[in-house]
């Protein structure tokens, strides 16, 4: 998508303010509409990063309790759609894919023909920034009212003119989860629930039992998951630290750790596994979904502000998350359970081991046993490519035995 990104930037830039007075449906107050004749409504986040994709999670299900009957769908790109799917809250889950060549004349007819399937009602969630696809998929949705946010105008134009519907933008700084809500807010739809969802099915569950038992994961045991990677390397705490505290758990607490990295970060996970003193389960080469599955059986989560911190929130595990020049207030997943950990310079490296040790231990209360019986000798783990090959073999084997 990076060639239409381009070509989308510079006709924002350049000439979207003369489409303006065509494209205008002019403005309609919330009191006119008759919100229990809406039977169809769908929600266009086609964003490409995973927690802002989360972070929308809540609107989901403030809709769906307040339209209980309704048909609700989600357009969302290929790479997020797959949160999606199964979800509790909705009914469909459309696909915008990511890349030119993924398109296909079969995949073109399944998203026009989806667009055009009679929705009454099409919420853009424009929050974090303002895609000019997100408005033009809203607009050929034929959707009698389309609402979005008031937020981030494009260079030139009056408003935000493809919504006929336009919700107040709030300048105090609040999460972003609120900042979706406050968009379907200006219909008087809200939820007491304002943390991100994703349901996970059963095969997934006995996929992450399966993997647990297979490393000799007893139920009881305290399992802590580490995640060292970002994509924003600002936003990454030091790989030593993190081996710091990995090994310091070890040696005081019976607990397992389970290591997990990004697909482009293979080289900072294998780092840190080279510091650690023992040898820990690793997940590497795992697709989201199984990632979530087995994140939901862990009793903790320590890793940095990136995407996957969202991913541990919507299947509800504690975690601790390392934060830098990103303010946590907008960007923490919502709940006691989740904690931030920040230095008052906003570096990550300015984070200490103790301080994210004291956050777990604060969480975790009782359940953190002080290992009685001292840790097995320092190990050497492997560091060749066996890891991903393991995993993905585990993976074959399962899916083969559950088909």
């Known amino acids: ?48 990063q995973l927690g802002d994709f989360l972070l929308s999670t ?6 769906r309790q307040f339209f209980p009957q309704a048909h609700i769908a989600v357009i969302a790109r290929t790479y997020t759609a797959e949160l999606a799917q199964h979800n509790e809250y909705l009914n469909e ?32 969630l424009n929050t974090v920034s303002h895609s000019l696809t997100s408005d033009l998929l809203a607009y050929f949705s034929g959707a009698r009212y389309i609402l979005g946010s008031e937020h ?20 105090q700084a609040k999460p972003q989860s609120e900042r979706n809500l406050d968009i379907v807010r200006h219909l008087g739809i809200d939820t007491e629930g304002r943390g991100e969802v994703m349901t ?26 580490m995640h060292p990677g970002a994509g924003k390397i600002n936003n990454r705490w030091p790989v030593e630290k993190f081996a710091e505290l990995a090994n310091l758990l070890h040696r005081q607490y019976a607990v ?8 482009h970060e293979k080289a900072l996970g294998l780092d840190l596994r080279r510091r650690l003193q023992f040898d820990p389960i690793v997940l590497a080469g795992m697709k989201l ?6 994140l939901a059986h862990c009793d903790i989560f320590v890793c940095n502000d990136t995407g996957v911190m969202h991913l541990a929130a919507a299947v509800g595990t504690p975690l601790v998350a390392v934060f830098g020049p990103t303010d946590p207030l907008e960007w923490k997943p919502i709940g006691k359970k989740f904690v931030a950990v920040r230095s008052q310079t906003q570096r ?9 040790l004291q956050a777990i231990q604060s969480l975790l209360g009782k359940k953190l046993a002080v290992r009685r019986e001292p840790p097995d000798e320092a190990l050497s783990p492997p560091t060749s490519d066996l890891t991903d090959e393991d995993t993905q073999n585990f993976i074959r084997r399962f899916v083969s035995k559950t088909k």
């Open 289 to 294: 979904r199984q990632l979530a599955a087995i």
């Open 58 to 63: 809540p609107v989901w299900r403030a809709l």
């Open 1 to 48: 998508m990076k060639l239409w990104n381009s070509i989308e930037q510079a006709f924002k830039r350049k000439w979207l303010r003369l489409f303006e007075k065509w494209f205008d449906r002019g403005i309609v107050s919330p009191n006119l509409i008759n919100l229990y004749a809406i039977r169809r409504i769908l929600v266009v986040r086609q964003h490409d």
């Open 152 to 171: 981030r105008i494009f260079p030139g134009c009056k408003r935000n003119f493809f919504y006929n519907l336009v919700a107040r933008c709030f300048a």
């Open 200 to 225: 996970l099915t059963a095969q997934e569950k006995l996929f992450a039992n399966s993997f647990m038992r297979q490393h000799g994961v007893g139920e009881k045991e305290v399992v802590i998951a």
């Open 256 to 263: 397992r750790l389970i290591l997990t990295w990004g697909p």
């Open 348 to 356: 990550c490296a300015n984070v200490t081991s103790e301080q994210v």
């Open 93 to 124: 889950v459309l696909v915008v894919p990511e890349k030119l060549l993924w398109w296909t004349p079969a995949k073109i007819w399944r998203l026009f023909r989806g667009l055009r399937r009679g929705w009454d009602l099409t919420i853009v």
